[in-house]
C-alpha cells in the first residue's frame, strides 16, 4: 500500500514538474513569435488629399501607391469628398492617428485649421509632410509640392502672349486654402508685372464646375471687353471652359488654367483653353510619401521639395516629356 502511494505521488510530481516546464516554454514561444510578426510588419502611412472628386487626387494618389509598393508601406487613402469639407478632414486626421499610423501625407483643405491636428499628430511622434497645399507651421516635416506663385506668373505671362493685353479675370477656388492664395497672389503678382493688362475681376468657385461656370458667364455679361480668363485648378478651368462655349465665344476668350484632367486636355486640343499650368501630382504622392518614410528612418528630409511645373500648349502637348507628366502611368 505504502508503496502504491509513493508511486502515485511520484507520477503526480513529475506531472507537475511537466506542466511547469510547458508554462516555461509557452511564453518563450510567443515572444519568439510575437518578435518575428513586429519584424516582418510593414509601415502604414496615410495618405489625406484636401478632396476626391478630381482627376489631380486620382493622380496624386497613383503616385502614393507606387511609393508604397516600392518601399513596402501600406497606404491608407482617405480624404473629404469636397475640397471645402475642413471639418471632415481634420476628423480624418483624428482617425487616422487612432488606427494609429506610422506616418501622414495631408493636403490641406485650410492652412490655418489643421495646424492643430498636424501639431498633435507631430506630438504623438507621428511624422507629418505636407502635400499640394501647406499650413502655417515649421512642424511638418516637409512640404512637397509646386511653387504655386511661380506657376500662376506663367500663366500671367501666358495670357499676355495669347490676348496681347486688356482685361482678364481670375477664378480661384477655395479662399484660405494655401493652394488658391499662392496662386491668386502669384497672379496677381504677373499681371502686376505686365502693364498691358488690367485684372478686372478675382471669383472663387469652391471648386465647383457648375459656380465656375456661372462665374465665367456673368464675367462675359458685366465685361463684354473681356480678353482672358486664368483659371486657377480643375474644377475652375472646366467651369470657365463650359461657360465660354454656352457664350459662343470659345477660342475668342483666352484661358489658361492649372492642372491636366481629362477634360482640360480635350478642352486644349479642340481649342476651348489656350494653355495649361501642369504640375506632377504622382510625383507629388510619390515623393509625399518617400519624405515621411525617410523621416520614420530617422533620414535628413528636406523642408521644401519643388515637383515643378510645365507649360502645355496644343503645340507641345504630343511632345513626350509633356505625356510623362500628363499620363504618368502609361
Not at 465665344?249 to 491636366?260: L, N, Q, S
Not at 476651348?272 to 528630409?301: H, R, W
Not at 507649360?311 to 504618368?328: M, S
Request: negative net charge.
Amino acid at each position: 500500500m505504502k508503496q502504491r502511494y509513493i508511486a502515485g505521488w511520484m507520477v503526480l510530481v513529475m506531472a507537475v514538474l511537466s506542466g511547469c516546464g510547458g508554462q516555461d516554454k509557452a511564453p518563450s514561444d510567443t515572444q519568439a513569435g510575437s518578435g518575428d510578426g513586429d519584424a516582418k510588419k510593414g509601415l502604414t502611412i496615410a495618405v489625406i488629399p484636401k478632396g476626391l472628386a478630381h482627376q489631380f487626387w486620382l493622380t496624386v494618389k497613383a503616385g502614393a501607391d507606387a511609393a508604397g509598393a516600392e518601399f513596402g508601406a501600406e497606404i491608407i487613402w482617405q480624404g473629404p469628398a469636397k475640397e471645402t469639407e475642413v471639418a471632415k478632414q481634420i476628423n480624418i486626421v483624428q482617425d487616422m492617428l487612432n488606427k494609429g499610423v506610422d506616418g501622414i501625407v495631408l493636403a490641406a483643405c485650410d492652412e490655418n485649421a489643421l495646424v492643430r491636428p498636424i501639431e498633435t499628430a507631430m506630438g504623438k511622434g507621428v511624422p507629418v509632410v505636407t502635400i499640394d497645399s501647406g499650413v502655417k507651421s515649421d512642424k511638418p516635416v516637409s512640404f512637397v509640392a509646386t511653387d504655386n506663385v511661380a506657376g500662376a506668373r506663367l500663366a500671367a505671362d501666358a495670357l499676355l502672349e495669347l490676348t496681347g493685353g486688356g482685361k482678364v479675370a481670375l477664378i480661384a477656388f477655395v479662399p484660405g486654402a494655401a493652394t488658391s492664395e499662392l496662386r491668386e497672389q502669384g497672379f496677381k503678382e504677373g499681371v502686376e508685372s505686365h502693364p498691358e493688362l488690367e485684372l478686372v475681376a478675382t471669383q472663387h468657385c469652391y471648386s465647383d464646375v457648375a459656380k465656375a461656370m456661372d462665374i465665367t458667364q456673368d464675367l462675359l455679361t458685366s465685361h463684354s471687353d473681356l480678353k482672358g480668363i486664368f483659371a486657377a485648378n480643375e474644377a475652375a478651368a472646366i467651369g470657365a471652359a463650359q461657360g465660354v462655349k454656352a457664350a459662343g465665344r470659345a477660342g475668342e476668350i483666352k484661358i489658361v488654367a492649372f492642372d491636366a484632367a481629362k477634360e482640360e486636355v480635350s478642352a486644349l486640343e479642340e481649342g476651348t483653353l489656350q494653355a495649361l499650368i501642369v504640375q506632377n501630382p504622382f510625383n507629388m504622392g510619390y515623393m509625399g510619401v518617400k519624405a515621411v518614410l525617410d523621416a520614420i528612418k530617422g533620414e535628413s528630409v528636406e523642408k521644401r521639395i519643388d515637383t515643378g511645373v510645365t507649360v502645355v500648349t496644343k503645340e507641345n502637348l504630343n511632345d513626350a516629356d509633356v505625356q510623362k507628366i500628363i499620363n504618368p502611368e502609361v
